[in-house]
């Protein structure tokens, strides 16, 4: 059975981090790009950031960039969002998700081209 697994997730406060992971099984990770979804309340879910096969391609949205970090180890069949410095505005659901194409990264990720969804963690930013 194809699963992708998110974990990490919480609450925090302003100026926090959290590391969440994305656990796969059932399918070879290193075939996937992956992108991390995240959907607010009431809002779109929308890509955040993206890794691709072998790593040598990532995307950050601008909102997140310079304080998230993307990363996998494909050895253990799992992707990382390092996310510091969180704001209020990251609160979301977070989502990670597989393509079998490296060109899923090569702008903001679009659920369109998703094979693969995570069930979600959520991250919760909040003093």
């Known amino acids: 059975q194809v699963q992708l697994v998110e974990s990490g997730g919480g609450l925090v406060q302003p100026g926090g981090s959290l590391r969440l992971s994305c656990a796969a099984s059932g399918f070879t990770l290193d075939s996937y790009a992956i992108g991390w979804f995240r959907q607010a309340p009431g809002k779109e879910r929308e890509g955040i950031s993206c890794i691709s096969m072998s790593a040598d391609s990532t995307f950050y949205l601008d909102s997140v960039k310079g304080r998230f970090t993307i990363s996998r180890d494909n050895a253990k069949n799992t992707v990382y969002l390092q996310m510091n410095n969180l704001k209020p505005g990251d609160t979301a659901v977070y989502y990670c998700?597989?393509?079998?194409?490296?060109?899923?990264?090569?702008?903001?990720?679009?659920?369109?081209?998703?094979?693969?969804w995570g069930k979600g963690t959520l991250v919760t930013v909040s003093s």
């Open positions: 998700a597989g393509a079998p194409s490296r060109r899923l990264c090569l702008k903001q990720p679009h659920y369109d081209d998703i094979e693969y």
